[in-house]
């Protein structure tokens, strides 16, 4: 005689269903977080890369070859994987202090690099200045010893040109796009005044 089999509910409603989900969703997040805690011990996944790719680096040149990441058969791993893992070894120290200081703790390192990034952009507040211009007055800068620093107009032009010219970027070139940004808003404000 064959015994009844029980049949499992069927779930029919969105909580039911949200709540599986749910279930499911703090699984794979557990799961990240144990892999992520893993991949990045001394001798975890993340670290071994990085160190490797420190150690490729140092080789010379700006660039690793596509044949030395062939030769040490890194090729596979994802370019960004690689970056990253290299970014978190050299940046080792920083990078464990803020992961001690997380209270939700980190699944990747993308998400680790990204708040290392927001944490430490400069907070800057408006100042208004002797001509009646509103600058923004930052409390992090290119000094290290913590000193205010105003950015005005030159201070944004010298960086311009400096990293264009880092760059090999033509000045010319920016200099069209800012007048046609310039253009732009001549044109808007145009069509304002007619609109009224």
């Known amino acids: 005689m064959k015994t009844p089999t029980t049949a499992k ?3 029919n ?3 039911e269903i949200g709540a599986v989900i749910g279930k499911e969703w703090k699984a794979i997040t557990k799961g990240d977080k144990v892999r992520f805690d893993a991949y990045t011990k001394a001798d975890g996944f993340d670290m071994k890369l990085g160190k490797l790719m420190v150690e490729l680096k140092a080789e010379g040149g700006d660039r690793i070859s596509s044949q030395r990441l062939k030769d040490c058969s890194i090729n596979s791993v994802d370019k960004r994987r690689r970056a990253e893992a290299m970014w978190f070894v ?6 464990r202090k803020f992961i001690a200081e997380s209270k939700k703790g980190f ?13 430490s952009k400069p907070k800057a507040e408006p ?19 913590g000193e205010t620093i105003v950015v005005t ?3 944004v032009f010298d960086k311009l040109v400096a990293v264009c010219k880092a760059n090999n970027i033509d000045l010319l070139d920016i200099a069209e796009m800012l007048m046609s940004v310039d253009t732009v808003s001549e044109t808007e404000a145009t069509e304002t005044k007619v609109a009224a």
Do not use: M, R, W
Not at 90 to 95: A, L
Not at 107 to 119: C, F, G, H
């Open 90 to 95: 050299e940046n080792e120290v920083e990078c």
């Open 13 to 15: 409603t969105l909580e």
């Open 107 to 119: 699944t990747s390192l993308s998400a680790l690099q990204k708040a290392i990034a927001i944490a």
């Open 9 to 11: 509910p069927v779930i």
């Open 127 to 145: 100042v208004e200045t002797t001509e009646g211009e509103t600058e923004a007055k930052s409390d992090v800068g290119p000094n290290t010893e």
């Open 153 to 155: 107009k030159q201070l």
